[in-house]
C-alpha cells in the first residue's frame, strides 16, 4: 500500500496526539519506504519519523528518479 505525504504534514499525519492524525489512511503501519522526486526530503522525513519512535524505516536513496531507473514497476492510478 502506498500513500502520499506531503512533507510538511508528515509529523502531523502520524502524531496520534495531533488533530491532524490520519488514523483511516494509515492504518497499523509496520513498514516504511520512504521516498520523494531526488531523495532528499524523503531522507529528512526518514530521520524526523525515526526521532518520533518509528521503527522499520527506510529512504529510498536517490527518490523516485532512482527507483523508475532501477527498473522497479510504476503504478500510475486513475485520478478520480
Known amino acids: ?8 504534514m508528515l509529523e ?3 502524531d496520534p496526539e495531533s488533530s ?3 488514523e483511516k489512511k494509515i492504518g497499523e503501519i509496520k513498514n516504511m519506504v520512504l521516498f520523494c522526486a531526488l531523495g532528499f526530503r524523503s531522507a529528512l522525513a526518514t530521520k524526523a519519523l525515526t526521532e518520533m ?6 529512504n529510498a536513496e536517490g527518490g523516485f528518479d532512482a527507483l523508475k531507473n532501477a ?3 510504476i503504478v500510475v492510478k486513475d485520478k478520480k
Do not use: C, D, T
Open 53 to 58: 519512535g518509528f521503527k522499520n524505516i527506510a
Open 20 to 22: 491532524y492524525y490520519q
Open 12 to 14: 502531523f499525519w502520524l
Open 71 to 73: 527498473g522497479v514497476e
Open 1 to 8: 500500500k502506498s500513500l502520499h505525504m506531503p512533507r510538511g
